[in-house]
C-alpha cells in the first residue's frame, strides 16, 4: 500500500483574533510538483511552517507517508525527510561547498573530519543531480544566488530528502537560472520526490506543477491541474473574495502633470520606467515581492540614486540626491515599516507630528511652541488620532494610530507629490478606511499621490491608474475602469504576458 | 571511482580583481612578517640569538593563549569581527584568576585548591560572558566590558591593588624549566595550538562552531543549538584566562595589578590573526602567527631602544589597519 507523501488534514491555526489557517487540507503525492498558491495572507506560509516545526497547529492532522506527527518540530520533520529550502538562502557565507552540505553530517575519519572524503561526495552530488563541475571548496560567498540555491538543494538531498518544500526559489534568479532550477525539479521528481512548489509567479507554476492547492483565507479553495483549468481559473480561485463597503468615493478633477519620470533606470532594479502622476490623481503601483516596484518609489525620494533617466517636478528637471533633498522638492514619503522608518516611537505624538515641518514653525532658530501646539492638536482631531493628548508617547498608540501619525507629520508640511508605502499594512479596518479618507482628502487639495500596495482590492477601489512592474518593467496600465484584480495580479505574476501580446 | 585523485580542478573565475587583491592583502600579510623579522634581525643587536629568541616565544606564550580565547569567542560569535561578537574581558579575567591563584597560595592552600579555583574562576567569568550575551541577549561589546569590570573590580578587592609574591616549586618549573632544549612556557604554546587547531580547524565541534558565528539562522535552520556553542566559546575564553593566569604569577611570581593592560595586544593578535586565512576568517594558525608577530613587534623595538610607550600606540594602528583592509577586501 502506497502513502501520500504529506497528508495535512483540517489544520488549524489561530493568532489572536486572526484565523490564519481555517481547516486547511494538502495531500502531496510522491513524484508530483505540487504549487501552492494563494494571494498574500492567504495561509500559504502558514501551512508551510505548520510543517516545518515553525508553529504549532491548533488542531488537525499531519501524516507523511504514513506516520502520524503529533507535535512537529524542526528536527523530528528533517528526520521524516521533509527538507525545506527557505526563500532566503540559509547558508553560512563563510563556509566551502563541502562544508555547507554537509554542515551537521560530517563525514569523519576517527576524530578528525575527513576533508578529502567530504569534498569528493559533494563533488559527486553536485556531477549526478545538477550535472554542475563546481570545486567544493569555493566559498558560499563566492556562489550567484542560484548556484546557493543549488547548494542548499544539495544539503537536502546528502540528508536523504524525500519531500523538498521550496518556497519562492525563483524570486532571485534569472530567466535562464530559472530554467535550469525546473530540469533539476523535474529530473528529482522522476526520483519520486515530492516537491511542493510555493510561487506567486503564475506563469512557472503553469510550467512545472503537476497539482496546485489553492488557499483562501486560510482555507483550500481547490486542487486542481494548472494543465486542466488554465492559469485564469486559478487566479479567480485566489481573489474571489467579498468586495466591503470600506472604500470611500471621491470626485475630484485631475490636473497637470506634477511629477514625471522618464526612462529612469537603477541597475538590478528598474529599467526605462516612464510615467507621469498629475494633480489630484492616485496613482497605483504594484508588483510582485522584488519586481522593483520598492526601489522605484524608493529613488523618487532619493534613497537610491538612479543610473539613468530623468525625474522631472513641475516640468522641471530635478536631481534627488537624498531624502532630505527629496523633502525640500515637496515630496513626502509614508513608509510601510513605519516602525523603523516612520515615527520616533519614542517621542511625543506632537513631535512627531511637527518633526518634518519645523521650519513652518520656527522663528530665529527657535521652535514657536504655540503654533506647533496648536496645529497639533488640530491634525489630531482631523485625522482622528486616538491619543489621550499630543504630550503621549508614540509607541502607545495601537499600529493604525502610529499609521496616522506618520500621515499627519507629512500632512502637516504641505508637500505637493505624496508617495505611500503599504499605508495600511497592519492595521484594522476601521483605520484603513481613515487613511483612504486622508488620501481623498490630498487629492482633493490637488496632491499628487503615487500609492504602492500589494492588498490588489485597494489598489482597484482607490487609483485613477495603475501601472503594473513585472521583473523591473512597466508591464501594463489600467484606467480606472479597466483595474481589475484579477487582471492586476495576471500582469504581476507574468501569466498575462503571452494573453496581451496575442490580443494586441 | 578512486578517491584521491577525484577533487575537480575546475578554477574558473579565481583570477578576477577581487581574488587578486585577497591574495594581494594575504601575501602582503606574509611579506610584511618576514620583512619586520629581516629587518630586526639586521639592525637590532641580540634579536638573532636563541636567548632572545626563546624570550620571544615566552612572551608571545600569555598574549598567545589569551588570544586564542577571544579567536573562540570571535569564530562562534561572528566571523566579521565588525558585528560579531567579542570579549573584552578576557584579560581582566586573567588578572582576577590570577589574584586568586596568588593568594590562595599565599594562604598556604597548595596547587591542588589554587589551580582548580583560578580555572573555575575563570569559567565563571566566561559564564557571565555568556549570560549577558546568550540569555540576557546584550550585545557583546557592552556585555563583555561590563563583565571585564566586575573582574577587574573583584581583583583589586583581592589583591587591594598591591604586587603579592608568591613561591611554589611548579611555578619554578613552569617559568624556568626546560624540556628537550625548549622552555616549559614555550611547550605550554605549541602544545596547546596543536590542540586547537585539531578542536577548531578539523572536529565537528569546530565547523559548527564557524557555521554559528558565519549565519546564526543557517545554522540554527542546520539544527545546531546556537546558543550552546556561543556559551561555550565563553565558557573556552574563561577557561584560557584561568590557565594563562597560572603561566603569568609564574613568570612574575607575583600577582600584579594590570594583567588587564594585555587586552589591546590580543584583541591585535585575534583580529591581524584574520589576515592570515584564506577566507579572512579568525583561526588558531592565524592567531599564532600574529601572536608572534606583535610578540616580536615588542621585542624589536625593546632592542632598538625605542619607548614601549609606542608599542601600544602601534598596536591600536594594527588594529585600525587590519580591520579596515579585511573589510575593504570583503566588501569587494
Known amino acids: 500500500m502506497t502513502h501520500a507523501a504529506i497528508e495535512m488534514h483540517g489544520i488549524n491555526k489561530t493568532f489572536g483574533p486572526v484565523k490564519a489557517l481555517d481547516n486547511a487540507d494538502l495531500v502531496v503525492q510522491p513524484g508530483t510538483i505540487h504549487g501552492l498558491v494563494g494571494q498574500n495572507g492567504a495561509g500559504k506560509s502558514t501551512i508551510i511552517k505548520v510543517l516545518a516545526g515553525i508553529y504549532a497547529r491548533d488542531g488537525g492532522t499531519v501524516t507523511v507517508f504514513g506516520n502520524a506527527l503529533q507535535t512537529i518540530t524542526p528536527a523530528t520533520i528533517e528526520a521524516q525527510g521533509v527538507h525545506f529550502i527557505h526563500q532566503d538562502r540559509l547558508l553560512v557565507p563563510t563556509a566551502t561547498v563541502a562544508e555547507a552540505i554537509f554542515l551537521r553530517n560530517e563525514p569523519r575519519f576517527g576524530p578528525f573530519i575527513s576533508y578529502r572524503q567530504m569534498n569528493r561526495r559533494a563533488h559527486d552530488l553536485l556531477k549526478r543531480y545538477f550535472d554542475l563541475d563546481l570545486d567544493p571548496r569555493t566559498l558560499i ?41 525546473f530540469a533539476v525539479l523535474k529530473r528529482l521528481k522522476k526520483d519520486n520526490l515530492a516537491i511542493i512548489f510555493i510561487s506567486h509567479y503564475m506563469a512557472e507554476i503553469e510550467d512545472i506543477c503537476d497539482v496546485v492547492t489553492v488557499l483562501r483565507n486560510g482555507t483550500d479553495v481547490g486542487v486542481v491541474a494548472p494543465g486542466d483549468v488554465g492559469i485564469p481559473k486559478i487566479v479567480e480561485m485566489m481573489t474571489n473574495r467579498d468586495t466591503s463597503e470600506m472604500y470611500p468615493r471621491r470626485n475630484v478633477e485631475i490636473g497637470a502633470p506634477v511629477l514625471s519620470v522618464r526612462k529612469l533606470t537603477l541597475d538590478g532594479h528598474f529599467r526605462d520606467v516612464s510615467f507621469d502622476v498629475h494633480a489630484g490623481e492616485v496613482l497605483g503601483i504594484t508588483g510582485l515581492l522584488g519586481s522593483g516596484d520598492k526601489e522605484l518609489v524608493g529613488t523618487l525620494f532619493g534613497q537610491m540614486l538612479p543610473d539613468s533617466g530623468e525625474i522631472r517636478l513641475q516640468d522641471k528637471p530635478v536631481s534627488l540626491c537624498s531624502p532630505v533633498n527629496a523633502v525640500r522638492h515637496g515630496i513626502a514619503k509614508i513608509p510601510e515599516d513605519r516602525r523603523a522608518h516612520g515615527v520616533a516611537t519614542g517621542l511625543s505624538v506632537g513631535e512627531n507630528i511637527s518633526l518634518a515641518s519645523l521650519d513652518q514653525m520656527s522663528s530665529k532658530g527657535f521652535v514657536n511652541r504655540k503654533t506647533e501646539a496648536k496645529k497639533v492638536d488640530r491634525l489630531i482631531a482631523e485625522l482622528g488620532i486616538k491619543t489621550p493628548g499630543g504630550h503621549t508617547l508614540v509607541k502607545n498608540l495601537s499600529g493604525g494610530n502610529q499609521q496616522k501619525v506618520v500621515v499627519a507629520k507629512w500632512l502637516s508640511c504641505n508637500s505637493q507629490v505624496y508617495l505611500l508605502d503599504e499605508p495600511t499594512v497592519a492595521v484594522d479596518v476601521g483605520a484603513k478606511v481613515e487613511i483612504y479618507n486622508l488620501m481623498n482628502r490630498l487629492a482633493a487639495e490637488g496632491k499628487a499621490q503615487i500609492f504602492m500596495s500589494s492588498d490588489l482590492e485597494e489598489i482597484t477601489e482607490m487609483c485613477d491608474r495603475v501601472i503594473v512592474i513585472y521583473r523591473g518593467e512597466i508591464i501594463g496600465e489600467y484606467r480606472r475602469g479597466e483595474i481589475d484584480a484579477d487582471r492586476l495580479l495576471a500582469a504581476a505574476s507574468g501569466a498575462q504576458m503571452d494573453n496581451e501580446r496575442k490580443s494586441a | 571511482m578512486t578517491a584521491a585523485t577525484d577533487i575537480p580542478t575546475t578554477r574558473s573565475g579565481r583570477f578576477n580583481s577581487r581574488n587578486v587583491s585577497k591574495i594581494a592583502i594575504r601575501l602582503g600579510a606574509f611579506v610584511a612578517f618576514a620583512g619586520i623579522f629581516l629587518y630586526f634581525a639586521l639592525t637590532a643587536r641580540g634579536f638573532l640569538s636563541p636567548y632572545n629568541l626563546t624570550n620571544v616565544i615566552e612572551q608571545s606564550t600569555i598574549l598567545g593563549l589569551l588570544a586564542f580565547g577571544i579567536t573562540v569567542v570571535f569564530i562562534g560569535t561572528g566571523t566579521d569581527v565588525q558585528k560579531g561578537g567579542i570579549d573584552l574581558s578576557v584579560a581582566a579575567n586573567a588578572g582576577l584568576c590570577a589574584a586568586v591563584y596568588d593568594v590562595l597560595l599565599r594562604d598556604g592552600y597548595g596547587n591542588g585548591v589554587a589551580i582548580p579555583a583560578a580555572l573555575g574562576t575563570g569559567m565563571f567569568i566566561g559564564f557571565l560572558n555568556g549570560l549577558a550575551v546568550v540569555t540576557l541577549r546584550i550585545i557583546p561589546l557592552l556585555g563583555t566590558l561590563a563583565v571585564m569590570n566586575i573582574a577587574a573590580g573583584l581583583e583589586l578587592t583581592l589583591t587591594e591593588n598591591t604586587v603579592v609574591p608568591v613561591q611554589s616549586p611548579l611555578m619554578n618549573t613552569l617559568a624556568f624549566g626546560r624540556f628537550l632544549g625548549i622552555s616549559v612556557l614555550a611547550w605550554c604554546f605549541l602544545v ?53 593566569s597560572i603561566l603569568i604569577v609564574s613568570r612574575l611570581s607575583s600577582s600584579t595589578p594590570g594583567t588587564g593592560l594585555i587586552l589591546l595586544p590580543i584583541l591585535a593578535a585575534a583580529l591581524l590573526g584574520t589576515v592570515f586565512s584564506r577566507r579572512f576568517i579568525p583561526t588558531i594558525g592565524g592567531t599564532f602567527l600574529a601572536a608572534l608577530f606583535i610578540g616580536i613587534l615588542a621585542n624589536g623595538f625593546q632592542l632598538l631602544g625605542i619607548s614601549s610607550y609606542w608599542v601600544a600606540g602601534v598596536q591600536g594602528a594594527l588594529i585600525l589597519l587590519v580591520v579596515a583592509v579585511t573589510s575593504f577586501a570583503k566588501k569587494n
Not at chain 2, 225 to 242: E, H, S, V
Open chain 1, 141 to 181: 560567498s563566492e556562489l550567484s544566488t542560484a548556484k546557493q540555491k543549488i547548494v542548499q538543494i544539495t544539503r537536502a538531498l546528502a540528508h536523504d530528502a524525500r519531500v523538498l518544500v521550496l518556497d519562492e526559489p525563483t524570486a532571485a534568479l534569472v530567466n535562464r537560472e530559472v530554467e535550469n532550477l
Open chain 2, 192 to 244: 596547546t595550538t596543536l590542540i586547537l587547531v585539531w578542536v577548531v580547524q578539523f572536529s565537528q565541534i569546530g565547523l559548527r562552531l564557524y557555521a554559528v558565528g558565519g549565519h546564526h539562522e543557517a545554522a540554527k535552520a542546520a539544527g545546531i543549538n546556537t546558543g550552546r556553542y556561543i556559551y561555550g566559546a565563553y565558557l573556552f575564553a574563561g577557561l584560557m584566562a584561568g590557565a594563562t
